[in-house]
């Protein structure tokens, strides 16, 4: 199962995804940027080396581009209201 983080690098936040594989290593996805992952035995060694591996697509152009568009929005809606709709 996937779950989303926000990684903050050059005062930027990402979004990433982490899930936990079958040999117990945690792998890590920030899907803005091609090729984008990393692993780790921990969650915090993980996402200690997305941060690592973010910074350095920063350094590519065709990803600075990327950041020049990248604005996110925050969705906020109801759970119950979703529960009570799908439930009738």
Not at 4 to 28: H, L, M, S, W
């Amino acid at each position: 199962m996937k779950k989303r983080a926000k990684i903050t690098a050059k005062n930027k936040q990402f979004p990433v995804f982490v899930e936990k594989d079958e040999d117990g290593f945690y792998v890590v996805e920030c899907p803005l940027f091609k090729g984008c992952f990393s692993q780790g035995k921990t969650l915090d060694e993980a996402l200690t080396n997305i941060r690592e591996v973010i910074e350095l697509c920063l350094e590519e152009k065709e990803n600075v581009e990327i950041l020049k568009w990248y604005h996110p929005v925050y969705v906020k809606f109801c759970t119950q209201y979703l529960f009570e709709y799908f439930k009738a």
